[in-house]
C-alpha cells in the first residue's frame, strides 16, 4: 500500500514511530508546577529494557527543555548527550559508550510550561463567586500530547506502570492515576505527594490534577469512587456520583472482570477542549458533563451526564486495561465505549428508552457517510496529527453503531461471551481489530470478521432496496451504497437485515444475511406490507419501491417508535440525495401530526430546519405556516402544563415541540405566552418546568430585544449551575437582531468567553439564517486569531456550520483551500461537500419551495 506521492505507507509510518531497540517498563516521575508563572520542573527515572546494543536512545518529547539525560546500571552512570528534534516530537540521548542489552535505567531533569491551550499539562484558569481569579493545572494526553510533560515513549503499544509524585503548594489539592500513598511538609509552604504504583499502561492515560479542589467521600462502587470539583459546587455532585457507581459495578460484571484500578475520581475542570478523557483512576470532564442540579437541570442534560460518566468508566476495562496496538485502532476504544453507555443508561433508566434516541446519533453519522469523502472507521493512522483527527462521528458513532448492529444479530448474551473472553485474553495488553472479530467468533461460532470486514474497512454504508415481487409473494432485495451526490460504485456489504413483513398469513420476521448485489426473500403469503430494519438498529438505509412506502405508512401503528424514526429519516435522507421529491417527504410528514415519539419529532423538525436554512426570506412565511400544521397538532394537545403522571420523554417532548412552534413555526401564541410563563419560573424558581427552562430561553431570544439580550448575557456571566451557564450562552447566538448578533460575535474572542467554548457559539452564530454571512466575515477577519487561541480540536467542528453558507460556495471552498485547519483531516472537506450538497438541493427544490410546501 502507498500513499498518494509513491511513498511506501510502511516507511512514512517509520517517520513518526520509535524504534523499538530501547522500551520502557516502569517510570517513577517528579514534578513541580509553578501555578503563578506558569511552568513545571520534572525529574524522572524510567526502567528500559535494551533490546539491541545501542548508544543511542530515542523517545519523545515536545516544548520541553532537556537539562541532563543518563543511563545507569550496576553503579555505574553514563551521562549521554541531549538532542532534541522538534518537528518529530523527538529528544536524542546518545551515549559516549554502548548500552549492552538488558536493564537499564534513564535518569532525566526536564523543565515545561503550563500552556493555556487545553493540552499536554496545561493550566486552567476559573473565578470564584467573589470574583476572585484561580489557577489549577490538569493534563490532557490524549493522544500525543504526554510528551508535552515529560520525555516518554508516547505510543499506546509502550506501555508502562507510573509512580508519581507531585510537590505543590500546602492548601492545593493533587490528584492522579492512583491512590495517595504518602504525603510529607516541605519547607517553603510546599509539600509532597506521592502517589501508588499504576498498573501497567499506555502515556495518554497518564494524570496528574492540581489545584484548590474539593473531594466528596467516596461511595462504594466495587473501588472507592469521589466527585472532584472547585469549591462552592458541593450541591452538583449527586447525579454523578449515583451513575458513576452503578455504571462501574455495571461494567464489572458485564465484563466479568473487577475494575482494574484501586480508586476512581471523577473530576470537573474548568477549562476542557473534550466532553471527558478516560485516565485510568482520574477521569477528567467539562463541567457540565459532570455537575448538574438533578431538580434544575432537564432530562436531556442529564441524560448527557449520565452518557458520558458512562462512556468513560466503560473505557477503564476497554481502552484502559485492554488498548489498541497504534491510532488506526482507536475505534475499538471509543466506538466500544459509546456503545456500552447506552447500554449501561439504558440499564438504570428504562424509560429513558437510550437506545431509542441512539437512532438519532446513528443518523447524524450516516449524514456524514453519505458523503464521497467519508472513510472508513479503520483506516490507516501515521502522523500524531493524523492520531489527532480521529475523533469524530465515525469513530464514535458509526462504530458503535455497527457494534449494535452485530449484538443484535448476534445475539446479545453470546456477543457479551465473546467480549468477555477478549478482555481476559489480552488484558494489560495491546490489540488489533482481528483479535476482537476472533473473540466474537469463538464464543458466537458465526463468521463476525467476514461480516463486520466490510463495516469497519470500507467507507459509506448500503441503501437497500425493497420491491415486491411479481408473484406478490416475495421481496426483491438490492444493495449499493448510498451517496448525497451520486457516483458510480460497485460495493457491497455483508447486510445482517432483520425483516418483518405482513402477509395473508399473518406477521413473520425473517433473519437474512445479504452478501450479493442482490436477494429475493420468499413470503409464507401475499405480501401487504414489509419492514427492511426491524428494530431500527441496521447501519444501512431503506428505499421502498412506491406500493411498498405507500402500504407502510398506511400501517404506522404497526411500527415500534425506532422504527417509524427509521422511516421518516431513511425517506428525508433519499429526499435530500435526490432519489426522491420533497413534495413526497412533506405528504409522508403530514401523517404523523399523532406522533408521541420524541425521536421522530427530532427526525421530522430536523428536516424543517434544514429547508429553513435554503429558504429564501421569501419562502419563510409559507415554511412557518407548514411547520404550524405539522407540529401545532400534537403541541396543542400535550399543552404547556405538565400533566399528572406524564413520562419524562413526555416532559421533554412538549418542550421540543413548542420550540420549533415558536421560533421556525413563528406561531404568535406561542411567542405571546412563552415570556409569561418565563416570568413566572422566574418568580417561583420551584415551580419551574426543567423540560421547558431552555425551550423558553430560545423561543425568549429569537424573539428577543436589547433589554433581552443583557438580561441573558447577565445570567449567563452569573450562572447557578454549568448547565444554565451553557444555555444562557448559546441563547446569545438565537437572537435576529444582527446588531446583538454582532456583540456576540466579538464575545468569542475578547476573553468573555471560554476559549472551551467559543468555537461552538461561533458555530452556533453562522448557523443563524439571521447572521450567518456577517458571522463568516468576522471569521475571516479574525481566521488568524481564532486559529491561536481555540482548542485545535474545536476549530473543525467550528467550521462544520459553513454548511448554512449558500450563497458563499465558492468563496467558502477557495478560503479553506488557502488556510488549512490543523486537524481538520477529512472533517473539512466533509463540511465543504456537505455544503455542495445544501446547494445542490436548493437547486433543486428552491424554486418551487413556496407551491411545495403549501402542499
Partial sequence: MRDQEGAPLQDRAQEYRLPKNVTPKRYEIKLVPDLKAFTFAGEEIIDVIVREATAKVVLNALELEIRSASAERGGKSIAG????????????FIFPSILETGDWKLKISFSGILNDKLHGFYRSQYQDADGKAHVAATTQFESTDARRAFPCWDEPELKASYKV????????????????ESARALAGSKKEIVFKETISMSTYLVAFIIGEFVVSEPVDAGTPLRIVHVPGKENLASFAKQIGAFSLKYFADYYGLPYPGDKLDLIAIPDFASGAMENLGAITFRETALLADEKAASRAELERVADVVSHENAHMWFGDLVTMKWWNGIWLNEAFATFMEMLAVDAWKPHWKRWDSFSVSRAAAMAVDGLRSTRPIEYTVLSPEDCRAMFDILTYEKGAAVLRMLEQYLKPELFRDGIRLYLKKHRFANTETSDLWDALEEASKEPARKMM??????????????????????????QRRFYYLPEANDQIWHVPLMIRAKNERGLSTHRMLLTSREATLELPGKLEWALLNQGGHGFYRVHYAPELLDELTKNLVELDPIERFGLVSDTWAATVAGIGPLSEFLKMARLFTKETDINVWRALIGALAYLDMIASDDDRPALAAAVRAIVGPAARRMGWDAKPG???????????????????????EVQERAPEIYARFEDNPASADRDLASPLVNILSYIGDAKRYEEFRDKFRAPRTPQEEQRYLFSLAGFRDLALLKKTMEMTLDGQVRTQNAPYLMHSLLLNTHSRYEAWDFVKRNWAEMSKKYPDNALPRMCEAVVALLDREDEVKNFFAEHRVRLGGKLIDQHLERLTVAVGFRQREGAKLKQTLAG
Fill in 81 to 92: 548527550k541531549v538532542e532534541l528534534e522538534p518537528s518529530r516530537e523527538r529528544a536524542h
Fill in 646 to 668: 406524564e413520562s419524562e420523554l413526555a416532559r421533554q417532548l412538549r418542550g421540543v415541540l413548542l420550540a420549533s412552534l415558536g421560533t421556525l413555526g413563528d406561531d404568535a
Fill in 453 to 478: 470486514d466490510s463495516w469497519i474497512f470500507q467507507p459509506g454504508f448500503p441503501i437497500v432496496d425493497a420491491a415486491a415481487g411479481a408473484d406478490g409473494r416475495s421481496i426483491m432485495i438490492s
Fill in 165 to 180: 509524585t507531585l510537590v505543590i503548594d500546602e492548601h492545593l489539592a493533587a490528584i492522579s492515576n492512583a491512590g495517595q
